[in-house]
Each structure stands twice: as C-alpha cells, then as structure tokens.
T-cell receptor, first 114, second 112 residues
Framework: AQTVTQSQPEMSVQEAETVTLSCTYD???????LFWYKQPPSRQMILVIR??????QNATENRFSVNFQKAAKSFSLKISDSQLGDAAMYFCAWKSGYGNKLVFGAGTILRVKS | KAGVTQTPRYLIKTRGQQVTLSCSPI?????VSWYQQTPGQGLQFLFEYFSETQRNKGNFPGRFSGRQFSNSRSEMNVSTLELGDSALYLCASSLSNSYEQYFGPGTRLTVT
C-alpha cells in the first residue's frame, strides 16, 4: 500500500523568510502524481502545487516550489518570501495515475511570525 | 466557474440515525471523491465516483455508501451513525485521472 510521511508536525518561519516542508512517500507504481495542499483555519483545502512523476523538472508556482527526488521518494515544498497568509496546515498527497484516490500525509502546521 | 459546493455545511445527528451529504462538482467534472477528516485518523479516502460508477473504495464499513447522478452530483450516506463518525467530510471533483482535484468547503458532522 502507498504511504505518505510528513515528519514535521509543526514548523515556524519568520515573515519574508524561506521555509521547507518535508514529505516522503512509498509506492511501487511508476505512474503517479504528487501534490501539496494547504488547509487554513477555514478548513478549505487549497491546491498549492502538483508534480507529475514522469517530469524531471521541479514544479514551481510563484513563491512555491518543490524539490522532487524520485529515486529517494522525496517531495519537499519550499515557500519563499513567507507571508502571514501562508500560515496553515500543509498536506502532502500521492495519487496513482489510474484513479483519483489521494493518499495524504499527516500534515505539517506552518506558523508565520511577524 | 463556480467551485465545488457541499450541503449542508453543518449537521448534528444522534447515534443510530442516518445522514445524507451532498456534493455538486465543478461544471464539467465527472469524477467526485469523498474524504473523511478527523483529528485522530487524518484524511482518509472514502470512495470515488466517475460517470455514475464507483471506481474506487476506501477501507470503511458498509454503513458508508454513495452514489453519483447523471449530472455528476454525488451523495454520501452514512447509516446507523456512531460517535466515531463525527468528522469533516470533504468532497473533491476532477476532470479525469490526469487532473488535480478541487475540494469543497466540507460538511461538519457531529454525532451525539
């Protein structure tokens, strides 16, 4: 079975600084996708970024970028120029290429200090 | 385009009752998935429907069931509610396998 592990229950970052959230996963499939979702206190899940496993290039969305290490099964999220609005729970998720079942990690609470 | 909508947003039920939750996907999306979020178990996949067919099912008892209509709207039913069913139920829609899922605001179910 596929598993996703987020080893950092909580992280803190100073406003305008950079923070990296860690995620590792385990799968025997070759076709899959990885995602980072953000869940603010409103509980609305918001897609932050996605990565297709077949793409070697790391995905980037504005201040958010990933470091995808396929061989190591690692998928970390880097947030640059952190803003107060980035404070939320962040979930790493895995999905097979053959369905829409998301397997989530336990989440990392990100606190942003002003 | 309107986002994923879920109704009701909040619900309080008594043990033993049954409940139906509704999810309307983004227009054009044919896949709808349901997730349960609890502090203890985190986010767990319940099931996915695609073009009115259940395509995948998580490890939940048979008390949890769902269906999808021809307009892609989906309902989830939980019968014989237990205290442990108290959770945030999230629904997500997607165009197909290759596309990301977009989540609704969730239904907060409290079982007393």
């Amino acid at each position: 079975a596929q598993t996703v592990t987020q080893s950092q229950p909580e992280m803190s970052v100073q406003e305008a600084e950079t923070v990296t959230l860690s995620c590792t996963y385990d799968t025997s499939e070759s076709d899959y996708y990885l995602f980072w979702y953000k869940q603010p206190p409103s509980r609305q899940m918001i897609l932050v970024i996605r990565q297709e496993a077949y793409k070697q290039q790391n995905a980037t969305e504005n201040r958010f970028s990933v470091n995808f290490q396929k061989a190591a099964k690692s998928f970390s999220l880097k947030i640059s120029d952190s803003q107060l609005g980035d404070a939320a729970m962040y979930f790493c998720a895995w999905k097979s290429g053959y369905g829409n079942k998301l397997v989530f990690g336990a989440g990392t609470i990100l606190r942003v200090k002003s | 385009k309107a986002g994923v909508t879920q109704t009701p947003r909040y619900l309080i039920k008594t043990r033993g009752q049954q409940v139906t939750l509704s999810c309307s996907p983004i227009s054009g999306h044919r896949s709808v998935s349901w997730y349960q979020q609890t502090p203890g178990q985190g986010l767990q996949f319940l099931f996915e429907y695609f073009s009115e067919t259940q395509r995948n099912k998580g490890n939940f008892p048979g008390r949890f069931s769902g269906r999808q209509f021809s307009n892609s709207r989906s309902e989830m039913n939980v019968s014989t509610l237990e205290l442990g069913d108290s959770a945030l139920y999230l629904c997500a829609s997607s165009l197909s396998n290759s596309y990301e899922q977009y989540f609704g605001p969730g239904t907060r179910l409290t079982v007393t």
